[in-house]
């Protein structure tokens, strides 16, 4: 069995010292979906939805919240990121949302690209929920990371 980095010796929890390791350039890319009516996906290709320019307000609550994920996941390192973007794809069944996490540093950026979709999505969400109220939000997921000492790793692959 691996041994468990987030607990000690005693079986408390800690935070993985990262401070031997060298720094190498790391990226994360991850993905969530969520599934909307023609007529919520239409309102929103459109501009007309009731809070404003939806994609627009998710890309930067994405943004904010990979920026801001070790206050949000207990353990998770505070991290300089060098890029975030968060990018969405509408097909006639809803919306993908696809966020990549870059930094060159010490530990990996999974979990903040990870938190940039999750959001990004649950704002999506916020904005459309008076027209919509059982959309629903899944397939949240890595699907690519790349750097440390585990090198590239790819859904699926």
Same mark, same amino acid.
């Given at each position: 069995m691996a041994e468990l980095t987030h607990i000690d010796a005693t079986g408390a929890a800690q935070?993985?010292?990262?401070g031997a390791k060298a720094d190498s350039a790391r990226e994360a890319v991850a993905t969530?979906?969520?599934?909307?009516?023609?007529? =919520?996906? !239409?309102?929103?290709?459109?501009? =007309? !939805? !009731?809070?404003?320019n939806v994609l627009a307000t998710?890309?930067?609550?994405?943004?904010?919240a990979a920026k801001r994920t070790s206050e949000l996941?207990?353990?998770c390192h505070p991290l300089?990121?060098?890029k975030i973007a968060v990018d969405f794809t509408t097909d006639n069944a809803g919306i993908?949302?696809?966020?990549?996490?870059?930094? =060159?540093g010490k530990t990996g950026v999974e979990m903040e690209a990870l938190t940039a979709v999750s959001? !990004?999505?649950?704002t999506i969400y916020d904005m459309v929920k008076a027209m919509e109220?059982?959309?629903c939000i899944s397939d949240i997921r890595l699907v690519a990371k790349s750097g440390g000492k585990s090198g590239a790793w790819t859904a699926g692959a």
């Open positions: 935070m993985v010292d990262v969530g979906r969520i599934t909307l009516a023609p007529s =919520t996906l !239409a309102a929103i290709a459109e501009g =007309t !939805a !009731a809070k404003g998710a890309r930067i609550a994405g943004i904010m996941i207990p353990l300089m990121l060098d993908t949302a696809t966020a990549i996490a870059r930094l =060159t959001v !990004a999505l649950l109220r059982d959309s």
